[in-house]
């Protein structure tokens, strides 16, 4: 299908027709528009930018957005599961309390983020960068973010149960009344993190860096701490 010309998609827009499903729009370029509730269900959206527009409340449900730019765009409770975001640039969006469930965020910018209560269950997410990103509250169950980048991020009342963080970096991310339960956090940096009162039943840390961590109140249970580096860890729980 032929990318849909700016005229074509403003005309449409302005006689209130708001369901573009399945529609081209690749290397289209929005700026500072108003385009709250519209149906994106499987479009490609391609190289597109949307610079510091309003999709809240939209549908993106399975469209296709790599290498996108939504760059300080309101995205918030919306649809975005199972689309593929790969290589975009995130940076300061607003996702929260969206559903991102099966999404596609591999080597996606998302610095900043506000992704507070967003559902992200088993969505893959390597090499994400989440640099200072707000993910309270959210649902991350499953997710398969390797090599993520978590520094200084707002990950408290998050829930990471099962998830593979494998050989990702979380230092200085605040993660206070987590769970991550049977999650694999093998070689992961948590050097300056706060783990107060966290919940890692279970969870392989092996190989892991708490230089300097917060482990105040920690639930470890049954956790593998095989070649764990404790140094300057404050309130490393009995280990059972």
Not at 47 to 57: M, Q, T, V
Not at 59 to 82: I, M, P, V
Not at 212 to 227: I, K, S, Y
Request: proline share 1%; hydrophobic share 40%; glycine share 8%.
């Amino acid at each position: 299908m032929a990318p849909l010309e700016s005229d074509d998609f403003w005309a449409r827009y302005g006689d209130g027709e708001r369901d573009f499903s399945g529609c081209n729009f690749q290397g289209v370029i929005v700026v500072e528009a108003n385009l709250s509730g519209l149906n994106l269900t499987n479009a490609d959206l391609s190289g597109a930018i949307f610079y510091r527009s309003n999709l809240s409340h939209s549908c993106l449900q399975g469209a296709c957005l790599r290498e996108a730019n939504f760059y300080h765009t309101r995205l918030q409770k919306s649809d975005c599961s199972e689309a593929i975001f790969c290589e975009a640039n995130c940076i300061n969006a607003d996702f929260s309390w969206s559903n991102l469930t099966g999404a596609v965020l591999q080597d996606t910018s998302l610095g900043m983020a506000d992704m507070s209560g967003v559902i992200l269950h088993r969505a893959k997410c390597r090499r994400t960068d989440w640099v200072g990103a707000n993910l309270t509250q959210a649902c991350m169950q499953g997710i398969n973010g390797t090599e993520a980048v978590l520094t200084n991020a707002i990950l408290t009342y998050a829930d990471l149960r099962g998830a593979n963080l494998i050989g990702s970096n979380l230092v200085n991310a605040n993660l206070a009344y987590a769970c991550g339960d049977y999650a694999d956090f093998d070689r992961v940096d948590w050097s300056g993190a706060n783990l107060f009162q966290t919940s890692l039943r279970y969870a392989s840390l092996r190989y892991g860096q708490f230089f300097q961590t917060n482990l105040l109140l920690a639930d470890l249970w049954g956790a593998d701490v095989t070649g764990v580096n404790w140094e300057e860890a404050q309130g490393v729980p009995r280990l059972r």
